[in-house]
Structures are given as C-alpha cells and as structure tokens.
C-alpha cells in the first residue's frame, strides 16, 4: 500500500549558484538563480565573496547535483581549477561544475579540460543556460 505522503512527482534537481572569490557583482548571479528556480530546479544561492571551501562544504552539506559558478573577475580558470579539485577532494567528484559570466571564447575549452562540465559566456540566453544545466544534470544521472 502505497503511503498518502507519498508523491509520483520528481525530486527537483539541487544547484548551488556561487559567487567565490572578491567578486561583488551579483545581480546576473541572481538572475541565473531565480531563472532556474523558475525552470524547476531547488536553488541555494551563497552569496557574494565565497571561499572555496564555504563553497565545497556547503555543496556537500545541501547535496546539490550541480554547483554553478558565476564569476566576473577574471580568476575563472584558478577558480575553477581549485573548486574542482577542492570537490574531488571531499568526495564530492559526482557534483558537477559549471561555470559562467565574463569568460573569453578562448578559455571555455581550458576550463572544461580542468573538469567544468559546462562553460556560459556572457551572453549566454537563460533558455540556453537552463537546457544546459539539464543536459549536466541527465548526463550526470546517465554514468
């Protein structure tokens, strides 16, 4: 017998949007939580000026299938680099990491060879993020 509590609807997808390092620019970090709360997805927003390891920890305490970068500073690659390996660290390889805001053409591939599962340029539509972010996500569940 089925429980009364018990719901056939899915479980939404858990993202973490994150802001590391100094950068204070925060409204397209807040667009891109609200659009993909909008799109369905369970969003926990950090915040402003996070360190990798607030970030880590606080991805693998909410147990997020995706943590979303959004970075302006120009530190993209570092940034990156050390929250992918700071994940793997902590037995957090299976959350995926994708990665967006002012980030030149020419470093899409260089942060996807550091682990990024997805790159979004400034520029990106938020329809575009949001079938990205899906795409992870099914990827993810696939493997």
Known sequence: MTSPLASSAPVPARVLVAKPGLDGHDRGAK??????????FEVIYTGIRQRVEDIVATALQEDVAVVGLSILSGAHVALTARIVEALRAADGGDIAVVVGGTIPQSDVAKLL?????AVFPTGTSLDDLVTGVRQVIGQAEAN
């Open 31 to 40: 667009i891109v939580a609200r659009t993909l709360r909008d799109a369905g």
């Open 113 to 117: 060879s550091l682990g990024a599962a």
